[in-house]
């Protein structure tokens, strides 16, 4: 079963609003307005199932540092990325922004959101229970109780503890009451060709799309929510009013794409008398519904101007700290990159100087006992209006253009990350525990790699020269024109933005329900 059979009406459809993107910002949108009495009409390009023949339409194309293949990168189908392989045998990582993601720092300059965290505490509130997830201080208390002596230790000073949840909440469960609605019509294999303005520029009249057996549709709604992921909202928009563009008046749209920057930073020497399982703690056990890392405390970052980031100690075999295996694994995520990764040759000769290696590795992991503690750090990209998506020359089977995403990180996100393993390196020495041995060139052979995080790329603003959409998420000078995800966020801290993206989707499901009798 597509889902066809859940549409009902012709090749015209006239609703209250019409959301581009069954994931879970779309979904929860639709979940929250359908019991309003408003009609709503979700199209999704995908299908109930991930189909490879599928995924292709995400193909694009990719210049700048190198990033995971764009058509590997999202799902398309109902219940959107969520629905990865990787995910759904793991769970995703929850948690909310910290309270410093939202100011302006002294080094971020005009990148503060236009609220604080508090204004967001009912709505992340609400996405813990639709997630299906402990309040997070439940969480982190029980997760804090664990703690070993030595790991109290290194959580004072300068560091302090946070804790992420996993859920495994399937939003495309949410399929059959949807579609049972008579409320809520669901568009499954469908995808949007245009978003048209009308004669003032100041309102979409019509969306276009085409189904999967190219037939086409006109949507006429009242209202229009572009939900369809970080890269997919700016092409769009770029796209949008036959070519036109949308929202683009001052050229931000596309602009500031980020990613979370995500590598092995290097491993922890432990002192004699510390053992990996004192400082174990600090990361996310085999399908533990709760794992946990260290960060630098917000007054500490603000002092010395460096950006948010998280630390995982993850036990380890001795023989994963050895240059071949490190190379194995650049190797295998190179792959999957565009562009090609630099310093291959490097990598290939280490693996086959240190094959001895590789062999002790594969006996270690079928019997060993883990030795040492590798350090995987998840830092904060700050925002950078050259680090972009635009249109590629390629055009896909609609005959439109692909994206084209222009991954570009500064020298702030790179020593951040550092200053943040300093700090840790510093606690670790001052508690007699060990010290970290720094293996990573980010210049050069160490792979930092993006969490699948599209970020910023419709940043939000109080001012219409500086943002794309304002503080509810409406388009600047459209009337009837919202984003919703993690394409809105005009700084990224070091959470991954799933529960964010919930919380920001049921905070734009209310202000919709006041203003559209306005619209």
């Known amino acids: 079963m597509d889902g066809s059979s859940s549409v009902r009406g012709g090749e015209e459809f006239v609703p209250d609003v019409c959301i581009v993107g069954a994931g879970p910002a779309g979904i929860t949108i639709a979940q929250e307005l359908h019991r ?4 709503i009409l979700l199209v999704e390009a995908g299908g109930l199932e991930v189909d490879p023949v599928v995924q292709n339409q995400s193909r694009g194309e990719s210049d700048g540092y190198p990033l995971h293949l764009l058509h590997h990168s999202r799902v398309r189908a109902f219940g959107g990325t969520l629905r990865h392989p ?3 045998d793991e769970g995703w990582a929850a948690r909310p922004l910290d309270a410093i993601d939202f100011e302006e720092r002294c080094r971020l300059p005009d990148v503060a959101w236009p609220f604080d965290l508090d204004h967001l505490e009912p709505y992340y509130a609400r996405a813990v229970k639709l997630c299906g997830i402990e309040p997070f201080d439940v969480a982190s208390t029980a997760w804090y109780q664990d703690a070993s002596p030595a790991a109290r230790a290194i959580m004072g000073g300068d560091l302090e503890p946070m804790a992420f949840q996993f859920p495994t909440v399937a939003f495309h469960n949410s399929w059959a009451e949807l579609s049972a609605s008579p409320d809520v019509h669901v568009l499954l294999h469908t995808r949007v060709t245009d978003i048209e303005l009308d004669a003032t520029g100041k309102r979409v009249r019509r969306v276009s799309a085409v189904r999967r057996d190219g037939s086409r549709l006109s949507v006429h709604p009242r209202i229009v929510v572009i939900a369809a992921g970080g890269i ?14 949308i929202g683009n008046d001052h050229d931000l749209v596309g602009r500031f794409f980020a990613e979370r920057l ?7 020497d432990l002192a004699e008398g510390t053992s990996v399982d004192d400082l174990g703690l600090f990361h996310r056990p085999d399908s533990a519904e709760t794992g946990g890392g260290l960060r630098i405390r917000d007054p500490v970052q603000r002092e010395e101007g460096v950006l948010n980031c998280s630390m995982f100690l993850v036990p380890r075999p001795a023989s994963a700290a050895t240059p071949a295996v490190r190379s194995v694994a650049a190797l295998r995520k190179a792959a999957d990159r565009r562009p090609h990764v630099p310093a291959i040759r490097r990598h290939v000769r280490n693996v ?3 094959l001895p ?11 060993s006992r883990p030795r040492t503690l590798a350090l995987r750090v998840q830092g904060e990209q700050s925002p950078n209006p050259d680090s972009r998506v635009t249109l590629g020359r390629a055009r896909d089977d609609l005959g439109l253009p692909v994206a084209r995403v222009t991954w570009a990180m500064s020298e702030l996100d790179r020593s951040s990350t550092r200053s943040a393993v300093d700090v840790l390196d510093r606690n670790l020495r001052c508690h007699g525990l060990g010290e970290v041995r720094w293996t990573a060139h980010l210049e050069s052979t160490t792979l930092i790699e993006g969490n699948h995080h ?6 939000m603003h109080v001012d219409v020269n500086r943002g794309v959409v304002d503080p509810d998420g409406k388009v600047y000078g459209i009337k009837n024109l919202f984003v919703a995800g993690s394409s809105v966020f005009p700084s990224h801290g070091t959470s991954n933005p799933t529960l964010t993206i919930i919380a920001l989707a049921l905070s734009l499901a209310d202000h919709l329900k006041w203003v559209v009798d306005y619209l």
């Open 352 to 354: 086959v100087t240190g």
């Open 357 to 367: 290696d590789l062999t002790r590795m594969a006996f270690d992991r079928l019997g």
């Open 86 to 88: 990787r995910v759904w």
């Open 454 to 459: 599209h970020l910023g790329t419709t940043r």
């Open 232 to 245: 997919e909202n700016a092409r769009l928009l770029l796209t949008g009013d036959r070519g036109r563009g």
């Open 262 to 268: 995500s590598f092995f930073a290097g491993y922890v």
């Open 36 to 39: 309003s009495g408003l009609t």
